[in-house]
């Protein structure tokens, strides 16, 4: 069964802002992940930006249909679905346009709702010029957020030769690449997970306590023959591995 990253529900998503030290304009994360892969002789299969900020707080689903008429307004380049958005007291409405999805989230909160907006920027296989992807992303964070938020960045490959070592050993010679230190770590025959502190990155994470701004996953699979799958995120892997 896959596992899903520990202790990241909507709960721990919804306080990112309090959870947070440091922020910056500077996305570098993705050049540095895709680079030591590339080191590694890891085969990039995909790749994803994720980020989600806060809104306006809204009384009631008319306050909320206002402003969303106004981002849908300002983003006509996605394709908006509006079909089935309300769901019970959630109402939610996605776009897309390419690469991107947009989602504009809101929820009960007290005696009030609060709106959130959810943007992805993902791609298959190795990211061509990460250099320009960063830019452009942190040019759509701008114009979508009046804070920058935190961005989570993670990105999936594998190697076909990691049976003949430990994935261990290959989980903690990629935390040494980063200069980072363990922080917590899982390890089962054929999956291992670690979490790990680089200063290298502003943005982190308290867990238990401690920093945590690095997270590395390999997984063996019999049924796929000798690939291991690998993923690595920052600051922490925020889809399922």
Known sequence: MKKIVPIIGLVLLFAMSILTHGETKEQTQLVDIVHLMEEQAVQIEGWRLYTR??????????????????????????????????????????GTNGFEQLTVLAYPLED????????????????????TITSF?????????????????????HREDLHQRSMYDFGSEIVEE????????????TFISISAYTKQWVHSLDTNGNNMNLQIALRQDSRLGTKTTITIGTPIITTEY
């Open 112 to 131: 009030q709702y609060s709106m959130y907006l959810i943007y992805e920027f993902l791609g298959k296989g190795k990211p061509q010029d990460v250099e």
């Open 53 to 94: 900020g806060t809104g306006k707080e809204v009384a009631t689903i008319e306050e909320y249909e206002e402003q969303l008429h106004e981002i849908l307004a300002s983003e006509q380049d996605f394709q908006w679905d509006t079909t089935n958005w309300k769901d019970n007291e959630h109402w939610k409405v996605t």
């Open 178 to 189: 980063f200069s980072a230190e363990k922080v917590e770590e899982l390890k089962e025959e």
């Open 137 to 157: 992303f942190q040019e759509r964070l701008d114009q979508l957020y009046v804070e920058t938020p935190t961005v989570f960045t993670t990105v999936t490959g």
